[in-house]
């Protein structure tokens, strides 16, 4: 037998490279075939419920790294929850209808105009359910658990009908109704659009002062006179009808370069300078409200414009004088029906005038700004032109201007029942508590909301029309189509005649003949998402209402957090969810948005393919979702090396318990020894903290809790100096059972504690565990412990480590001079304070095993020898690292003046010849 037979140096099968790409994959088929996600909920049936609504991604192609970020962040938290006394089940959606799938259709070649709307809508069908699937295979590969067989998708019948009876309960109330009125509307989409489905983009526009000739002045302004008015749009002044001015300001009547114009007196010098008057004189000032009544020829059309009074006109800008169109703007809208002014819209569902527009029929409105800026430069009324550029509304989807455009919708009374929203909102828990203010102004600013798209692909809004085109919701007919959906689905809306819609032998005063026709327009897909919480939260047995979290973008607080409160508070009088989470959006590694143009996309499929899904769950876990979040290769290849850090922490502590029996073997806390008491106390403290971060969903600081734990607690300093023992003592030593007992602690806490970030991993782990559990996911969470010398160790430990730290630094010293190599080369000399011995003494433990050293020497600070400049010094204690003289004992490595020869070339130290002298003579008898 040889001296390095006597080691203790064990192996593992556990692999210091983790292969995740290829065995995630094997590890979800095994949870799969053994059922996992419903074993742990039959765990957990009894237990309190903690319900994440799942808010329904898109179903339009492969995931990208946002819905990574959003899933797995969901995931995190559900398992977590799981493990931690709860009944979490967790239930995935899809929304599934609106323009993008109709669009990916028309990208693929269909012609929607060559069939029929219910042939399109199969089609459309068809494509949402195989994008559903694409999604569920990619959130799947992701490691995420949930009711993958059994997710909610907005196109089934079950939904279509629980959506209509959202809106069935909604219309009882009076809630909804039709209008003619301005909206966001679409020409790219062909579609009235909600202010969810808004976004800002700078575009270049025309800048304008128009002059509007006084026509009846009433006897207070000349017939010579022009009122001027500013604006940006161009093309909505075939619309104007009148000229707003605000009623408690005057306005100043000018002479400017020969003609007479009239602007708000407090505008007058701005206007003089930018419209470059070189001789202006004022005639008189006339009180806005006298203003009223007035009329003015419109600049190129034969008709008035009528001056009106607004609340609504400011001074900030232009000339205090607003051009009016009713059919073109919220404001003018409103004030325009005081004056019972009739609604013009000249413009078409694809943005083309139509003939209320002489002169400029089928051309797009933006390409006939130039031909109203003409007419107006020949009528002598354009002053000025120029451009600028601004911040401008986009549709969401296409990515192109819109309009304001009147036209009948129906619409969801939002003023009925405002201020009910937003007491919901108010008892909300925001868990950003910007984001209360933020939805709080969106509810509180906001008009009625649109809810009818003129499109093919959504869910019918299911309203009937009498034969004097009076319309017909009434609970009766609602419930009715409700039934139809549930059983056939809502195609049946485009298949079936109106009288087959409705119940039998239905009749309406307003249709003596019998005869009804059926709204064409389909709901908005915010009004499909939103109505989730009951058709989801209150129809599924497992489930709860209201949820506990809802969890999604930033971008949500005006689109699914907004629409789920709306028509919950309508139906329900709460907000569907108790608490809200919201997260940033992703941005490259320089932080600028992604684009597949830029080339700057992170497709995490294949960061899957090249590192696994365990890395792209530890990046999530590693960044402050509350911001906006950086991806880039570089920074997963960071977070691959943290991840590989955390393993080959975990394989050492694996590999070094693979002879010990935690049953058997396991020591008592109160029988440990002291360094090993504080490091149960290290882990006590981490496990506190990392279950904390899990309570505040603050997954960035889980994964430095444990990054820190690993790195300075664990390989720093309790794994680089257990080598001595481990290795070293033997097989059954107490000092060596002790260590084992802490290491196989740690493995196990931290398994648990990692599962619901790094589930693949956690379970490869726990394989090497003697735990009763098969899985780790069918684990409890560590609990926090509570030692009676907690206080005490903690503390003086922490000094110790302090003490450490300048020893660490003494010995660089000493490397740096060549004085020594590695630290067990030292010879440590100590002249410590009273306070130092006395802390030394009171840890009760081998400090120089602990330090490293061959040798560890405590003298008082009086006997630090003068002129020594080999010392350190330091606060309370002054540091002398100098070469150990002796042997190297072949076996521990230790430098010794006592060793005893075996040979000319092995000695042993009398530790090391001790312990072979008790368990293994033969080597000494060799």
Known sequence: MEIKDTLNLLKTDFPMRAGLPNKEPERQKEWEEADIYNKRQELNKDKPSFVLHDGPPYANGNIHIGHALNKISKDIIVRYKSMSGYRSPYVPGWDTHGLPIEQALTNTGVDRKSMSVVEFRKLCEDYAWEQVEKQRTDFKRLGVTGEWDNPYVTLTKDYEAEQIRVFGKMAEKDYIYRGLKPIYWSPSSESALAEAEIEYHDVRSPNIYVAFTVKDGNDLLDNDTSFIIWTTTPWTLPANLAIAVKPDTNYAVLEADGRKFVVASKLAEEVAETLEWSDVT????????????????HPFYDRESLLILGDHVTLEDGTGLVHTAPGHGEDDFIVCQKYQLPVLSPVDERGCFTDEAPGLEGQFYD???????EWLEENDALLKLDFFTHSYPHDWRTKKPVIFRATPQWFASINNFRDDILDAVQKVDWLQPWGMQRIYNMVRDRGDWVISRQRAWGVPLPIFYAENGDAIITPETTEHVAQLFEEHGSNIWFEKEPAELLPEGFTHPSSPNGVFTKETDIMDVWFDSGSSHHAVL?????????ADLYLEGSDQYRGWFNSSITTSVAINGVSPYKAVLSQGMVLDGKGKKMSKSIGNVIDPNKVIKQMGADLIRLWVSSVDTQADVKVSMDILKQVSEIYRKIRNTIRFLIQNTEDFDFKADGIAYEDLRPVDQYLMNRLNQTVKNVVDGYERYDFSDIFKEINQFCTVDVSNFYANFSKDVLYIDAPDAYSRRAMQTVFYHIIRDLTKLLTPILPHSAEEMWTYLQEEEDFVQLSEFPEVQ????????LENWSAFMTFRDKVLKANEVARENKVIGK???????????DDIRSLLDTLDSDIRQILIASEFIVKSLDEKPEGDESILDFDGVAIKVERMPGEVCTRCRITSEETVALNEDEQLCPRCHSICE???PEVLNS
């Not at 004022?282 to 806005?288: D, F, M, Q, R, T």
């Not at 509570?786 to 160790?793: D, P």
């Not at 630290?823 to 304070?833: N, P």
Request: aromatic share 10%.
């Open 282 to 297: 004022l005639i008189k000032e006339v009180a806005g409200k006298d203003l009223e009544g007035i009329t003015a020829q």
């Open 367 to 373: 390409k006939a700004n130039k031909q109203i800026t």
């Open 538 to 546: 209150r129809k599924r047995e497992n489930l709860t209402f209201p």
């Open 786 to 793: 509570s030692f009676s010398n907690e206080e005490e160790v």
């Open 823 to 833: 630290d067990f080369e030292a010879k440590t000399t100590v002249y410590a304070s």
């Open 918 to 920: 008790e368990h293994y």
